[in-house]
Protein backbone atom coordinates (compact mmCIF):
# COMPACT_ATOMS: atom_id res chain seq x y z
CA UNK A 1 0.00 0.00 0.00
CA UNK A 2 1.39 3.55 -0.58
CA UNK A 3 1.20 6.43 1.26
CA UNK A 4 -2.04 7.82 -0.03
CA UNK A 5 -3.73 4.89 0.23
CA UNK A 6 -3.14 5.20 4.06
CA UNK A 7 -4.19 8.76 4.01
CA UNK A 8 -7.33 8.57 2.09
CA UNK A 9 -8.35 5.21 4.31
CA UNK A 10 -7.90 6.96 7.65
CA UNK A 11 -9.40 10.65 6.66
CA UNK A 12 -12.74 8.43 5.38
CA UNK A 13 -12.93 6.44 8.47
CA UNK A 14 -12.56 9.59 10.68
CA UNK A 15 -15.77 11.07 7.86
CA UNK A 16 -17.91 8.31 8.93
CA UNK A 17 -16.98 7.89 12.81
CA UNK A 18 -18.23 11.44 12.16
CA UNK A 19 -21.61 10.07 11.04
CA UNK A 20 -22.16 7.84 13.38
CA UNK A 21 -21.34 9.84 16.35
CA UNK A 22 -23.81 12.65 14.31
CA UNK A 23 -26.39 9.89 14.37
CA UNK A 24 -26.38 8.51 17.54
CA UNK A 25 -26.19 12.60 19.05
CA UNK A 26 -29.21 13.12 17.33
CA UNK A 27 -31.06 9.88 18.63
CA UNK A 28 -30.35 11.14 21.93
CA UNK A 29 -27.58 8.61 22.64
CA UNK A 30 -24.36 10.07 24.44
CA UNK A 31 -21.42 8.19 23.89
CA UNK A 32 -19.51 9.73 26.29
CA UNK A 33 -15.47 10.16 26.44
CA UNK A 34 -14.97 6.26 25.20
CA UNK A 35 -17.48 6.36 22.81
CA UNK A 36 -15.89 9.76 21.03
CA UNK A 37 -12.64 8.32 21.30
CA UNK A 38 -13.96 4.79 19.44
CA UNK A 39 -15.19 7.17 16.82
CA UNK A 40 -12.53 9.66 16.38
CA UNK A 41 -9.77 6.88 16.41
CA UNK A 42 -11.25 3.37 15.94
CA UNK A 43 -13.10 3.85 12.88
CA UNK A 44 -10.23 5.55 10.73
CA UNK A 45 -8.08 2.65 11.46
CA UNK A 46 -10.78 0.14 11.05
CA UNK A 47 -11.23 1.44 7.48
CA UNK A 48 -7.16 1.34 7.36
CA UNK A 49 -7.47 -2.51 8.34
CA UNK A 50 -10.09 -2.91 5.73
CA UNK A 51 -8.17 -1.05 3.33
CA UNK A 52 -5.34 -3.10 4.11
CA UNK A 53 -7.04 -7.04 3.32
CA UNK A 54 -8.49 -5.52 0.31
CA UNK A 55 -4.91 -4.70 -0.72
CA UNK A 56 -3.45 -8.12 0.20
CA UNK A 57 -6.47 -9.81 -1.57
CA UNK A 58 -6.24 -7.35 -4.60
CA UNK A 59 -2.75 -8.78 -5.43
CA UNK A 60 -4.86 -11.54 -6.70
CA UNK A 61 -8.11 -9.93 -7.84
CA UNK A 62 -7.48 -6.32 -8.65
CA UNK A 63 -11.60 -5.55 -8.66
CA UNK A 64 -11.31 -6.10 -4.15
CA UNK A 65 -8.81 -3.18 -3.95
CA UNK A 66 -10.64 -0.85 -6.42
CA UNK A 67 -13.84 -1.95 -4.65
CA UNK A 68 -12.45 -0.77 -1.25
CA UNK A 69 -11.07 2.26 -2.61
CA UNK A 70 -14.18 2.96 -4.21
CA UNK A 71 -15.71 2.56 -0.81
CA UNK A 72 -14.05 4.98 0.75
CA UNK A 73 -14.25 7.23 -1.69
CA UNK A 74 -17.92 6.96 -1.84
CA UNK A 75 -18.17 6.71 2.13
CA UNK A 76 -16.36 10.27 2.44
CA UNK A 77 -18.27 11.80 -0.31
CA UNK A 78 -22.06 10.82 1.11
CA UNK A 79 -20.79 11.86 4.51
CA UNK A 80 -20.04 15.71 2.44
CA UNK A 81 -22.84 14.84 0.44
CA UNK A 82 -25.01 14.23 3.80
CA UNK A 83 -23.67 17.65 5.56
CA UNK A 84 -24.75 19.86 2.32
CA UNK A 85 -27.69 18.31 2.20
CA UNK A 86 -28.86 19.79 5.69
CA UNK A 87 -27.44 22.78 5.70
CA UNK A 88 -29.17 23.29 1.98
CA UNK A 89 -32.59 21.97 3.46
CA UNK A 90 -32.82 24.40 6.08
CA UNK A 91 -31.57 27.20 4.02
CA UNK A 92 -33.26 27.07 0.77
CA UNK A 93 -36.80 25.80 3.32
CA UNK A 94 -37.35 28.81 4.14
CA UNK A 95 -38.02 30.34 0.79
CA UNK A 96 -38.01 27.25 -2.24
CA UNK A 97 -40.97 24.55 -2.58
CA UNK A 98 -39.45 21.45 -2.86
CA UNK A 99 -36.35 22.42 -1.24
CA UNK A 100 -35.50 18.78 -0.14
CA UNK A 101 -35.44 17.61 -3.52
CA UNK A 102 -33.19 21.19 -5.04
CA UNK A 103 -30.80 20.06 -2.16
CA UNK A 104 -30.93 16.33 -2.64
CA UNK A 105 -29.51 17.46 -6.02
CA UNK A 106 -27.20 19.81 -5.34
CA UNK A 107 -25.52 18.37 -2.84
CA UNK A 108 -25.83 14.75 -5.21
CA UNK A 109 -23.57 17.05 -7.76
CA UNK A 110 -21.13 17.94 -5.10
CA UNK A 111 -20.13 14.93 -3.81
CA UNK A 112 -19.99 13.55 -7.14
CA UNK A 113 -17.08 16.10 -8.23
CA UNK A 114 -15.04 14.34 -4.99
CA UNK A 115 -16.00 11.38 -6.09
CA UNK A 116 -14.54 11.68 -9.53
CA UNK A 117 -11.50 12.98 -8.55
CA UNK A 118 -11.23 10.45 -6.30
CA UNK A 119 -12.23 7.46 -8.36
CA UNK A 120 -10.07 8.90 -11.60
CA UNK A 121 -6.66 9.16 -9.91
CA UNK A 122 -7.15 7.28 -6.05
CA UNK A 123 -9.72 4.15 -6.96
CA UNK A 124 -8.94 3.30 -10.86
CA UNK A 125 -5.48 5.07 -11.00
CA UNK A 126 -6.23 6.97 -14.38
CA UNK A 127 -3.60 9.74 -14.78
CA UNK A 128 -3.70 10.17 -18.28
CA UNK A 129 -4.85 12.95 -20.06
CA UNK A 130 -5.53 11.34 -23.26
CA UNK A 131 -9.17 12.05 -24.21
CA UNK A 132 -10.31 13.99 -21.63
CA UNK A 133 -13.38 15.10 -23.22
CA UNK A 134 -14.75 11.46 -24.00
CA UNK A 135 -13.99 10.71 -20.24
CA UNK A 136 -15.79 13.58 -19.01
CA UNK A 137 -18.57 13.24 -21.44
CA UNK A 138 -18.95 9.18 -20.26
CA UNK A 139 -18.66 9.97 -16.16
CA UNK A 140 -21.09 12.70 -16.95
CA UNK A 141 -23.88 10.63 -18.62
CA UNK A 142 -22.55 7.64 -16.04
CA UNK A 143 -23.63 10.12 -13.19
CA UNK A 144 -26.89 11.44 -14.74
CA UNK A 145 -28.35 8.27 -14.28
CA UNK A 146 -26.92 7.64 -11.28
CA UNK A 147 -28.07 10.69 -10.13
CA UNK A 148 -32.01 9.97 -11.40
CA UNK A 149 -31.20 6.65 -9.00
CA UNK A 150 -29.98 8.43 -6.10
CA UNK A 151 -32.90 10.91 -6.32
CA UNK A 152 -35.25 8.76 -6.73
CA UNK A 153 -34.50 6.25 -3.97
CA UNK A 154 -33.96 9.44 -1.96
CA UNK A 155 -37.75 9.96 -2.92
CA UNK A 156 -39.05 6.49 -2.49
CA UNK A 157 -37.50 5.98 0.55
CA UNK A 158 -38.24 9.85 2.31
CA UNK A 159 -41.64 10.30 0.61
CA UNK A 160 -43.38 7.03 -0.26
CA UNK A 161 -41.88 5.02 2.25
CA UNK A 162 -41.59 7.33 5.22
CA UNK A 163 -39.90 6.45 8.85
CA UNK A 164 -39.81 2.72 9.55
CA UNK A 165 -39.67 0.93 12.64
CA UNK A 166 -40.09 4.07 14.96
CA UNK A 167 -37.32 5.62 13.43
CA UNK A 168 -37.45 9.45 13.90
CA UNK A 169 -38.28 11.06 10.94
CA UNK A 170 -35.12 13.17 11.38
CA UNK A 171 -33.22 10.13 11.38
CA UNK A 172 -34.68 8.09 8.86
CA UNK A 173 -34.13 11.59 6.20
CA UNK A 174 -30.33 10.53 7.00
CA UNK A 175 -30.74 7.54 6.38
CA UNK A 176 -32.77 7.64 2.94
CA UNK A 177 -29.98 10.09 1.60
CA UNK A 178 -27.52 7.16 2.65
CA UNK A 179 -29.67 3.97 0.86
CA UNK A 180 -29.85 6.46 -2.04
CA UNK A 181 -26.22 6.79 -1.95
CA UNK A 182 -25.98 3.02 -1.76
CA UNK A 183 -28.14 2.44 -4.57
CA UNK A 184 -26.12 5.06 -6.98
CA UNK A 185 -22.86 3.49 -5.66
CA UNK A 186 -23.33 0.48 -7.75
CA UNK A 187 -24.40 1.57 -10.69
CA UNK A 188 -21.80 4.26 -10.46
CA UNK A 189 -18.64 1.55 -9.53
CA UNK A 190 -19.87 -0.11 -12.77
CA UNK A 191 -20.05 2.21 -14.99
CA UNK A 192 -16.59 4.22 -14.21
CA UNK A 193 -14.61 0.72 -13.56
CA UNK A 194 -15.91 -0.65 -17.42
CA UNK A 195 -16.68 2.44 -19.05
CA UNK A 196 -14.88 5.90 -18.08
CA UNK A 197 -12.34 4.85 -16.64
CA UNK A 198 -11.34 1.44 -18.24
CA UNK A 199 -7.45 1.04 -19.39
Not at 99 to 113: C, W
Amino acid sequence: MKVVDIIFALVCGRLVGFLVGDFLYESGINVGVWGTIVLWIAFPFFALFCLWVAHLVGRKFLFIFQGAKFLLIGAGATVIDLKIFEILAVLLGLIIPLSTIISKTISFLFSTLIKFWGNKYWTFGKHEKDDITAEAIQFFAITIIGLVIDVSFFFFCANILGPQFGTPAIIWLKISVIIAALAAALWNFVGYKFFVFKK
